[in-house]
């Protein structure tokens, strides 16, 4: 009833974006504007400066970033400090009028055995700009996006080492977006989407030695690259992000985005066949508000300004999925006894900011001094009332404070984090690697340069 339930909103939601588009489609005293797209957008910024510009021609670009840590605090192990590759991104954009593709891939570095680590597809998608109308000096732009598609989360200006939303990770399918963009700048992008997957984060129990820092792992499955999709299982995924520009310098953003899907692939056997499932519910909110005059909006790290969020995650009990041919499956929640289905619950505020506008050319012109603080609650409840082991209470709550402190220059930035957890459950391991602790005590020091 809960999955008809979400369907039924669903759908009305994706009639009322329908409706909202109609006086774009229609309009007959409106000519078609000149093919600009958002601020951010290569092609779209040399439009703006040549407009001789041949939109028959492709732009290519290329970004990423790379992150290293010195990990020089931790009161959950022994071996501070040492080293750590945290992330090294790559992604290139190809842009040619009114089409864009995009790929995007993280390497993960080494695992266990020593031997090169995996390479991720981070995103590798595809989009056409169906629609671009302008009404009453309003501009509606319609795109259709397929692919490998990352929409993101809610918005935090918080330390790198906070605890935030996970956001929804790269998910396999296609979405229509529809952005409403006012003269003033402010904008409104509705987004409808249906995935092979909706992604979704399975937080681990008390005993699993795994919870001391959110030890997760995903509770779902995107569909093996190359392949079809495990199930004809889908899910389906919505979102608003609206910013309101109030000045040159002060700007208010709401984002909200929900995704559920019924019998989502979470394991699948050597061969690649699947062999369990579960039910996911993802939820992620935000509020945010900068004023560039006070908190600046240089930030690398952190995004610059106050926020507030929330993220929800219902994972329900892992079913046995018993393949009956042609890609049918019957599931048998009964086959595993165990009840492992969980609710995660995040709650968390924070600020962040730098210091350009009144404190910078330290050492180079234009550097500055970047700060964040942030305060998180985690709420997890698990399904069974004791753990695997039958020894022990699963659920858990984890207070978070954290704080960073850095300097800036162009695209690259330096500093501390340092973050102090405090839970109702001894959960944390002490730095012989014994669960015996109900707090612990994290900082280093992190590089990160972004191109």
């Known amino acids: 009833m809960l999955i008809r339930t979400d369907r039924k909103k669903f759908n009305l939601l994706f009639s009322l974006i329908i409706l909202s588009m109609y006086p774009s489609v229609y309009s007959q005293d409106k000519k078609r504007e000149k093919h600009l797209d958002k601020p951010d957008d290569l092609i779209s910024e040399e439009t703006l400066k040549n407009p001789k510009v041949d939109v028959t021609k492709n732009i290519v670009s290329a970004y990423g970033l790379i992150q290293f840590n010195a990990n020089l605090l931790d009161s959950t192990r022994s071996n501070t400090p040492d080293y750590e590759a945290n992330r090294l991104r790559f992604g290139m954009k190809v842009q040619g009028g009114i089409a864009e593709g995009r790929l995007e891939v993280q390497f993960n570095g080494n695992n266990v055995d020593g031997k090169s680590g995996l390479t991720a597809i981070r995103r590798a998608d595809l989009s056409l700009e169906l629609i671009r109308q302008e009404y009453n000096q309003i501009q509606f732009i319609t795109k259709f996006i397929l692919g490998g598609i990352r929409v993101g989360g809610a918005m935090s200006t918080a330390p790198d080492i906070s605890y935030i939303p996970n956001k929804f990770g790269r998910q396999d399918g296609f979405l229509i977006e529809e952005s409403i963009q006012f003269k003033e700048g402010s904008q409104i992008n509705l987004s409808l989407a249906n995935f092979n997957n909706i992604r979704g984060i399975r937080q681990q129990s008390v005993s699993s030695g795994n919870a001391n820092w959110l030890g997760s792992k995903g509770a779902s499955l ?219 005590l994290m900082g280093y020091l992190t590089a990160f340069y972004k191109f």
């Open 222 to 440: 995107n569909s093996n690259w190359g392949k079809d999709s495990f199930s004809k299982s889908s899910g389906y995924f919505a979102k608003m992000d609206a910013t309101y520009k109030i000045n040159k310098t002060k700007k208010l953003n709401i984002i909200a985005m929900h995704g559920f899907q019924d019998n989502a692939p979470s394991a699948q056997d050597a061969n690649g066949n699947l062999t369990t499932a579960n039910d996911i519910k993802h939820t992620e909110a935000s509020i945010w508000y900068n004023d560039s005059d006070i908190f600046g909006d240089k930030g690398l790290l952190s995004d610059n300004g106050i926020a507030i969020w929330y993220e929800n995650e219902q994972i329900g009990k892992n079913k046995k999925a018993n393949g009956t041919g042609g890609g049918q499956f019957n599931y048998d929640d009964g086959a595993l006894i165990y009840d492992d289905s969980q609710n995660f619950q995040l709650y968390g505020v924070s600020a962040s900011g730098d210091t350009l506008r009144y404190l910078t050319n330290l050492i180079q012109k234009s550097d500055r001094l970047t700060y964040a603080i942030s305060y998180s609650l985690v709420d997890v409840q698990f399904g069974n009332k004791v753990t695997l082991k039958g020894d022990e209470n699963p659920n858990y709550k984890i207070n978070q404070v954290a704080g960073y402190l850095g300097y800036a220059v162009n695209t690259f930035e330096t500093g501390f984090n340092i973050a102090y957890n405090l839970s109702d459950q001894k959960l944390f391991k002490d730095n012989n690697g014994n669960i015996n602790k109900n707090n612990a």
